[in-house]
């Protein structure tokens, strides 16, 4: 099979963390071609869809996770499955790029579905389901934003809609003598929108990641923050552990699963604190490495086997 994987420019790649990375490892296992190549590269012409690809070589070389041989023009209408897994932000260039791959997806599979990754911003998407979530308000303005905090007892998180990997994310206590200034700087000064929300103490256990395939979970794992921090991001130093999925995280998914698969959002990554659903990570979600390592199981396999049985079922 041939797959084009959309993402960041290879020098971004950490070996060890990064789920496209052993998606694309494990294919290259399989004797698939990977390919490689940024959104800016697709390309549109009378009405097909191309890309300028370079073809991906994995190895578990830190300095040199990934080696392209030279670029290529591929029609994506003949290859086999597409991966978009660019990370955020959402800017104009991602949002073309999901409109340019509706094009394609009647002929080639796209993970995630581009109609999908449009419909969901990672932290506005969970808000469909406000009995799963803690209590949370979507808002660009001061005052709305203090009257919130005071409402529901004076702690909240204060979050950029667009971030990620823990980025922007602020605690606003009631009497912090900076609390203007970080509601400004967050909102730019009242012209971005930002979501305010319930402060979740159970955030010290830990934030719980859960991966689901089609609905299904695949894995998961607990990030705990380090020391006095509340974001538990890895790539903000928070720690990996094992852990299940019990009845609680069976619940949340089963409420989300039918919403997920009707938007195509085939690959995602859920947050759960507290028993509270936070985010749905849609973009790029992460963690199947460390999950793999902790449960000492191949769970890329298990998203691979699926991507090849949707290839297969579509008679290509
Ligand atoms: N409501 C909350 N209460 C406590 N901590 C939170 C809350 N929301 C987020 N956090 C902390 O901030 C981190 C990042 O928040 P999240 O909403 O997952 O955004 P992202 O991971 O996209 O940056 C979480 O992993 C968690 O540690
Ligand atoms: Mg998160």
Redesign the pocket.
């Known amino acids: 099979m041939r797959f084009v994987v959309i993402m960041d420019p290879i020098s971004t790649v950490k070996v060890d963390f990064d789920t496209s990375f052993a998606f694309m490892e494990e294919a290259q296992k399989r004797g698939h071609q990977v390919d490689h190549c940024v959104n800016t590269d697709l390309y549109l012409d009378r009405s097909r869809l191309y890309a300028r690809v370079s073809p991906a070589t994995m190895q578990r070389d830190p300095r040199a996770p990934i080696t392209l041989g030279p670029a290529e023009d591929v029609c994506l209408h003949d290859v086999d499955a597409i991966f978009v897994r660019t990370d955020?932000p959402f800017d104009s260039n991602y949002l073309w790029c999901t409109l340019m791959l509706d094009r394609v997806k009647h002929d080639t599979f796209v993970m995630n579905d581009p109609h999908g990754l449009r419909q969901a911003n990672?932290?506005l998407y969970a808000c469909y389901f406000p009995e799963l979530m803690?209590e949370t308000v979507v808002t660009s303005h001061k005052d709305r934003i203090r009257a919130f905090l005071k409402r529901i007892g004076g702690q909240?998180?204060l979050?950029p809609l667009g971030?990620?990997?823990?980025?922007?994310?602020m605690?606003l206590k009631e009497g912090d003598p900076n609390i203007n200034a970080i509601i400004e700087a967050t909102t730019d000064n009242g012209r971005r929108l930002a979501?305010v929300?319930?402060?979740?103490?159970?955030?010290k256990i830990g934030?719980k990641r859960i991966l689901l395939l089609e609905g299904e979970p695949v894995g998961a794992l607990l990030?705990v923050?380090q020391n006095e921090e509340?974001?538990?991001?890895m790539r903000v130093g928070?720690t990996a552990v094992k852990v299940g999925v019990d009845d609680a995280d069976r619940r949340i998914i089963a409420t989300l699963a039918p919403r997920l698969r009707q938007d195509g959002l085939w690959f995602v990554g859920i947050?759960v604190?507290g028993g509270?659903l936070?985010?749905v990570?849609v973009t790029s979600p992460t963690g199947l490495q460390a999950m793999s390592r902790l449960d000492g199981k191949s769970y890329v396999s298990t998203v691979i086997d699926w991507v090849e049985r949707r290839v297969r079922g579509a008679g290509k």
């Open positions: 955020p990672e932290k803690p909240a998180v979050k971030g990620m990997g823990g980025e922007g994310v605690v979501m929300q319930v402060f979740l103490p159970e955030v934030d990030r923050p509340v974001r538990s991001n928070g947050d604190i509270h936070t985010e990570n």
